[in-house]
């Protein structure tokens, strides 16, 4: 095992996430802005913040193994972040309401002077959500520190009709991708049971 892990995140959920690979490690949150820039595509621009996070949170703890991640909801290539009042969520959720929207996580990995980045895509289809629905959901206080304004997870389950993909991506950490991360720089454990 090399030095400890620090997750650059203070997301209860990518937590939770994590602490089911059974590697233990410190939570250290980055102040990273989440703004994209100019004509930056949702790939590129969650990959970009993805590994800012790890870079500004290595600067604090240069001897750590540091795991950032960032996860963005798209759609007609638009990214939608997390809502800024209870009117934004509205016009997310009715955007995509009855529609196919993508998930995209990044996950930066930088263990010592090696960096590995990997984005990961989800594909999550609504039913068609009625106003009423989706003023009662928002007013239930779970949109406004979601990307997209909603948490699969929670109340919101009862809108999707399929996801393709990784549902953990969806979440806020794709915990496949993320444990193959981390055995390929010796962080996890290998699974005696998995396959060779």
């Known amino acids: ?31 990273v802005p989440e703004e994209p820039l100019a004509g930056e595509s949702p790939e590129a ?10 870079n500004e949170v290595a600067t604090r703890r ?9 996860t963005v909801v798209t759609i007609d290539g638009q990214i939608l972040g997390k809502p800024t009042d209870t009117a934004a969520a509205r016009r997310m959720l009715r955007q995509l309401s009855g529609r196919t929207h993508h998930v995209l996580t990044a996950v930066t990995l930088r263990v010592a002077a090696v960096t590995e980045e990997i984005v990961v895509a989800s594909h999550v289809t609504f039913r068609q959500l009625s106003d009423t629905e989706i003023a009662q959901y928002v007013d239930a206080g779970e949109s406004l520190d979601k990307a997209g304004a909603y948490a699969i997870q929670g109340e919101a389950e009862s809108f999707v009709i399929s996801v393709v993909g990784s549902y953990t991506n969806i979440v806020g950490l794709p915990l496949d991708e993320v444990r193959a ?3 390929r720089h010796d962080l996890l454990a290998k699974h005696a049971d998995a396959p060779a």
């Open 1 to 31: 095992m090399t030095a400890a892990l620090v997750l650059a995140s203070a997301s209860p959920r990518r937590c939770e996430l994590l602490a089911q690979l059974g590697v233990p490690f410190e939570v250290l949150p980055s102040d």
């Open 45 to 54: 621009f969650t990959a970009r913040v993805a590994r800012e996070k790890a």
């Open 62 to 70: 240069p001897a750590a193994s540091v795991l950032a991640a960032d």
């Open 181 to 183: 991360l981390l055995e």
